[in-house]
């Protein structure tokens, strides 16, 4: 992969505050179409995420022409100058076990295993308290709602298919309606 500049990554993304905000955190809209928080996302996660929709692998009428707008050089930069944002407020730290009388916090930390459903722990794939793991697995906590809610939905319609596991698949078309909310808040507000 190619080597990425922070300083030149700024100056590339000066169309994507639009929609990013100046300060990478991104905006919820819960009456459309929410950007997410792109401070402190693994620089490799973005540049993958920018490659994704710009060869339709995730499908983005609104991203996709900008991500068109960058060449491979600019796509490493960019992702080097959101990765060194920070995230505000802090993505926490401190683990603490799950309360199994918290119907989201358990789907996170152990996931559902009731009859017909077996939906992993996100906390397997995205770290406890949503921190991320990794290169290939990103934070969930501070993310959006509406966002996380657009992109559970996108894998189930099959406008996501990025993931060349299809992890997410699975978890995606596993999920209600109402784990889905549930667990888009549980993530925000962490
Ligand atoms: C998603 C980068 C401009 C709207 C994303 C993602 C990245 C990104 C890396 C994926 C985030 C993730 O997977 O967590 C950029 C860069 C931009 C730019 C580098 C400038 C060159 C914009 C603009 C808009 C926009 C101007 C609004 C018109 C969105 C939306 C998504 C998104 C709606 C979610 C797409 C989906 O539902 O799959 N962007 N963005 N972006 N961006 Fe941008
Ligand atoms: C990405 C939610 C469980 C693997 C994502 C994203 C969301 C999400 C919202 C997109 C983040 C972004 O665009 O910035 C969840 C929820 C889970 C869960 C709510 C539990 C109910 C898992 C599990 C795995 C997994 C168990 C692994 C087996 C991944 C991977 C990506 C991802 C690999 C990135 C895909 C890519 O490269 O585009 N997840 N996840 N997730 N998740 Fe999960």
């Given at each position: 992969?190619?080597?990425?500049?922070?300083?030149?990554?700024?100056?590339?993304?000066?169309?994507?505050?639009?929609?990013?905000?100046?300060?990478?955190?991104?905006?919820?809209?819960?009456?459309?179409?929410?950007?997410?928080?792109?401070?402190?996302?693994?620089?490799?996660?973005?540049?993958?995420?920018?490659h994704d929709i710009k060869e339709g692998r995730?499908?983005?009428?609104?991203?996709?022409?900008?991500?068109?707008?960058?060449?491979?050089?600019?796509?490493?930069?960019?992702?080097?100058?959101?990765?060194?944002?920070?995230?505000?407020?802090?993505?926490?730290?401190?683990?603490?076990?799950?309360?199994?009388?918290?119907?989201?916090?358990?789907?996170?930390?152990?996931?559902?295993?009731?009859?017909?459903?077996?939906?992993?722990?996100?906390?397997?794939?995205?770290?406890?308290?949503?921190?991320?793991?990794?290169?290939?697995?990103?934070?969930?906590?501070?993310?959006?709602?509406?966002?996380?809610?657009?992109?559970?939905?996108?894998?189930?319609?099959?406008?996501?298919?990025?993931?060349?596991?299809?992890?997410?698949?699975?978890?995606?078309?596993?999920?209600?309606?109402?784990?889905?909310?549930?667990?888009?808040?549980?993530?925000?507000?962490?």
């Open positions: 992969a190619l080597e990425g500049d922070a300083e030149r990554g700024e100056a590339a993304a000066g169309t994507c505050v639009a929609c990013h905000q100046a300060d990478g955190m991104g905006m919820n809209n819960p009456n459309g179409e929410s950007w997410p928080r792109l401070a402190g996302l693994p620089a490799a996660y973005i540049a993958k995420q920018l995730r499908e983005s009428p609104s991203m996709m022409p900008f991500a068109n707008m960058l060449d491979d050089q600019q796509i490493a930069d960019v992702a080097a100058y959101y990765a060194e944002l920070e995230p505000w407020p802090e993505l926490p730290t401190a683990y603490h076990a799950a309360d199994p009388n918290d119907e989201a916090e358990w789907l996170a930390e152990r996931g559902d295993w009731a009859e017909g459903r077996m939906i992993p722990a996100c906390s397997q794939c995205h770290g406890p308290n949503g921190q991320g793991v990794g290169d290939s697995f990103p934070p969930l906590a501070g993310q959006h709602a509406g966002y996380i809610v657009s992109q559970l939905e996108a894998w189930r319609e099959g406008k996501r298919h990025n993931d060349p596991n299809d992890l997410m698949m699975g978890v995606a078309e596993r999920l209600d309606e109402a784990q889905i909310e549930l667990i888009a808040d549980y993530y925000a507000t962490l």
